[in-house]
């Protein structure tokens, strides 16, 4: 697990997590009606190596793509392909980058064209769980804490969270202690210490939080056929709060430091 010590560390932390946010959102803006998956992370490896960084998802374990873009009921991991998104989908980007040694991990799901409004809900508490796990990363909380921040979004607002799948710490490799589930007790678990950096992110489905991996190995279905929607943020437990590192350079304070 990752302590930051230096202003050099938290720095090359910083400068991988805008990669990672700037690629993102380029291909949020790519995704439309017609495109293929396998576009959009063709972008995506370009703009990660003209960026200076490498993609932190390309070889993981024999992973064979720069992203994994995930539609409708598929939670995380499936491969970008020849399918085209079309109006309805609900399409999750799931990516990060090695910048300098320095890894960082983001998540968002994009509504394609005309999409149920009950999706767009999902997706809308989905973001929010985030936000209320992030809020509790902080000096002297425990990572429950974070965990069942998470739940209680999430099942006050009647969907179920994926409990097969964990956010995890992130810095020298992509996974690294402790574990961080979408679902737990609060004031249990590994303390919260100034430095610790984090990958929440919550996967939460409109039916059950039962999950099958399907025959690839890698594809993550919800067990019932029903949407599932996905939000990451890569985040330091710091003195003045949560920070957020996958952000674009540019990004306000009150978004970097949301709850400072």
């Not at 996974?175 to 589930?181: R, S, T």
Request: aromatic content about 6%.
């Amino acid at each position: 697990m990752i302590i930051l010590k230096s202003d050099d560390e938290i720095a090359l932390m910083r400068e991988s997590g805008h990669i990672t946010a700037t690629v993102l959102e380029e291909l949020r803006n790519a995704s439309g009606v017609g495109v293929t998956t396998r576009e959009l992370d063709r972008i995506a490896d370009s703009l990660i190596v003209k960026m200076g960084a490498r993609p932190a998802f390309k070889g993981y374990k024999g992973y064979p793509s720069a992203t994994t873009i995930s539609l409708n009921d598929e939670v995380v991991h499936s491969i970008p392909n020849k399918r085209k998104l079309k109006s309805g989908d609900v399409v999750s980007i799931d990516m990060g980058v090695f910048y300098r040694d320095y890894c960082s991990d983001a998540a968002i799901t994009v509504a394609i064209g005309d999409v149920e409004p009950e999706k767009l809900r999902l997706m809308q508490v989905t973001r929010e769980s985030l936000y209320k796990g992030i809020r509790k990363a902080v000096i002297g909380n425990r990572l429950g804490d974070v965990s069942s921040g998470i739940q209680e979004h999430v099942e006050s607002n009647g969907f179920s969270v994926v409990r097969d799948l964990v956010g995890h710490g992130i810095g020298r490799a992509m996974h690294e202690e402790p574990q961080v589930p979408n679902y737990g007790t609060p004031g249990i678990g590994p303390l919260l210490r100034k430095g610790m950096v984090l990958a929440l992110e919550p996967m939460v489905n409109l039916g059950t939080y039962k999950v099958a991996v399907k025959r690839d190995n890698w594809t993550v279905v919800t067990e019932d056929g029903k949407c599932s929607a996905h939000f990451e943020h890569t985040v330091a437990v710091t003195e003045k709060g949560p920070r957020i590192l996958t952000l674009p350079h540019g990004a306000a304070k009150n978004e970097e430091y949301p709850f400072s």
